[in-house]
Structure formats: C-alpha cells, structure tokens
C-alpha cells in the first residue's frame, strides 16, 4: 500500500503537535550535528596515526560507539570481574548507556541518538513526501526482520555462558586488532569500494520505499535495544473513544507501526519519537503514558523523553570522564607504532 505525505493545516503549525515533532527533529539534529564534529575530529587525529600529517590531533573518545561488538565483549568481562574496559571506555559507557535508557525510554538511542537512525528517519520523510512509502504486510515485516534477530544472536552467542571466556576476552580487547579497530573501520569508507557503495546505495533506496529498513530488518544493535524496550513501562497509548482511524499515526511512524490499530504501542520497534503523536488530529486520542496497565498509568509530559535521553548521553560522558571512564589509557604514540603496520594487523 503506497502512503503519500499528508498535507498539513497551517494552523497544525501552532500546535502543539507540532512542537512535538520539532523537538523530536531538533534533538536528532544535535546528536547528528555532534557525531560529525566526532568524525571530523578522528579524521584528523587517524591522519596524524597513519602518517599523513605531522601536527597532532587528540582522539575524540566518543567514536568508541561505533564499536558496539568490543563494547559488548567489554560489558561481559566487566559483570564477572568488575573491570571496566581501558582500551575503549568510552564505547562501554555508551552501550550502558544506551541498554539503561531502552529499559526506561524505549529504543529512544534509535530515535534520538544514533546517527544512521536519524538518516533513515530523512529517508523515511523523503520517500513520504515523494509518495514512494510503502508498508510491508505484517507477515512480511516480520519475515524480513530475522536476519537483524540472526545476527544479533550470532554475536550474544560471544558473551553468553559457554561463549568467550574472560581470559579470551581480555586477550582480544587487548590485542592490536582491537586497538586499531577505529581506524580500520575508517578507512574502510574512505574510499569505499565498489560493493560496499552498492550495498550503501541499497540500503538508501530501501529506506527510502520502506520505513527505518535497515533499522528494523539489519541492525543487530536495535535488536538488541527492542529487547530491552519490551520491559519499558513507558509506551504510547491510544484512546480507542477519541480514535476516528484516520490512520495519521501510522503514516507517521518511521518504524511502521499500525499505531491506530493498538492501545499500547509495546512493540519492540517503538523508538518513542512521538511522531504518531505530532500527527494526530484528535485532542487526547494519544499520549506518552508510565504504566504496563491502562488502570495504573501516568501521563508523561512530551517533551520529557527527548530531554532525558539528551540528558542520559551528558550525564553519562560526565560520570564517565569524572571517574576515568572515558578516555583511553593506551598511550597514543603506542597506537601510532600500531598504525604503521596496521595492514598486517588486520590482515
């Protein structure tokens, strides 16, 4: 079924719906605007590494999000042993972060933090707006979504009883593979090969026809998060007496949920962006609620989801800075040695 983009009323634009999603768009933009300050700066710090340039540039800690498969080995070997990682705290710190926040706010990483989230969710509105939009049936949906769920239990099968033991994982969070794994992923985009940038452009054109299409059928990392989410007392709720089924919610939702057609949005693919808030027509039919039943819940303010995932990630990199979390205790001019034979490293 092709969705066209639903042409707004000008009078929408003083509402507070539209607050909602402005805050929504306003939070993702920071994080994105941020991540490619981040990538700016490990740009200029990997060139000082490999040799390419003379003055030296300090490593942003943060581009340790990026490595969410060292970060996941690291919170094994902290839950058995206590010891927080050393090579890429920071990376720790961020999927911590990330896994505590899916328990309280949904997938709000996905719909707020993560900078390929964000690009899906332009890709979703462009395709939207272009009239390209089409919703898989559910069946479908769900089909296309095992090989995320496949991949995700390929990598638990690491960290899981009788995966990798805390001797093995301590040897590979320790090894020169894994202290140049950033760089390495770097210059695997730079430049891209041939296949990769097909498979790039795949996945923009699928975004683009159909809602979130790496997020909600590839990525392990998301998975991983709407796992956790499902235990979140915190969910959208619709009022089945104030519904007309203009169906608004569900054409906005970049994760595809039919929103007119549930009373507690649970599914694990929720990212708690409240778009399907902003574009309802109808005064009270949707509201952000705390509570896993309709007689005990609690109405939540909007804006407060977007705001405490802003103040999760800040709070989270202060703690983590404060208490030496945060920055790597490998000396750079070891990683520099590393650098220079970084090839038979990987390879």
């Not at 805050?23 to 700066?41: D, T, Y």
């Not at 927080?84 to 997938?107: C, E, F, N, Q, S």
């Not at 770097?186 to 296949?195: D, I, R």
């Not at 203009?246 to 708690?272: D, K, M, T, Y």
Request: glycine share 6%; hydrophobic share 50%; net charge positive.
């Amino acid at each position: 079924m092709m969705f066209t983009e639903t042409r707004e009323n000008p009078a929408d634009k003083r509402s507070p719906s539209h607050w909602v999603a402005l805050a929504h768009r306003g939070i993702q933009l920071v994080f994105f605007l941020v991540v490619l300050w981040i990538g700016a700066c490990f740009i200029a710090y990997a060139a000082w590494l490999l040799g390419w340039r003379e003055a030296f540039s300090p490593r942003p800690p943060a581009v340790e999000g990026f490595l969410p498969i060292s970060a996941l080995l690291a919170l094994k070997r902290l839950l058995l042993t206590g010891q927080w990682d050393d090579v890429h705290p920071a990376g720790l710190a961020i999927l911590v972060t990330a896994l505590v926040t899916a328990l309280i706010l949904r997938k709000g990483f996905c719909g707020y933090v993560c900078p390929v989230g964000t690009v899906s969710f332009w890709l979703f509105r462009l395709g939207r707006r272009l009239g390209l939009t089409v919703t898989p049936p559910r069946w479908l949906a769900w089909l296309l979504s095992i090989p995320k769920y496949l991949l995700l239990a390929f990598f638990l099968r690491l960290v899981l009883p009788g995966g990798m033991s805390v001797t093995d994982i301590d040897a590979f969070l320790h090894s020169p593979y894994n202290m140049v794994a950033d760089t390495k992923m770097l210059l695997f985009f730079m430049p891209p090969s041939s296949t990769t940038s097909v498979i790039i452009a795949l996945l923009v054109m699928g975004s683009i026809f159909i809602p979130s299409f790496w997020c909600r059928f590839l990525c392990p990392y998301g998975a991983l998060l709407g796992l956790f989410s499902l235990f979140s007392p915190l969910a959208m709720r619709r009022s089945p007496a104030a519904c007309t089924g203009c169906r608004r919610c569900a054409r906005a939702c970049p994760q595809g949920i039919a929103v007119h057609q549930l009373r507690r949005v649970s599914s694990a693919e929720c990212n708690g962006c409240q778009e399907c808030l902003a574009a309802c027509p109808e005064k009270d039919c949707l509201s952000m609620r705390l509570g896993y039943t309709a007689q005990r819940t609690c109405r939540v303010p909007w804006p407060l989801v977007g705001i405490s995932m802003l103040a999760a990630f800040v709070l989270a990199w202060a703690l983590a800075e404060v208490t030496g979390h945060w920055v790597s205790e490998v000396p750079a001019e070891m990683l520099q040695m590393l650098h220079q034979r970084i090839d038979s490293i990987v390879h």
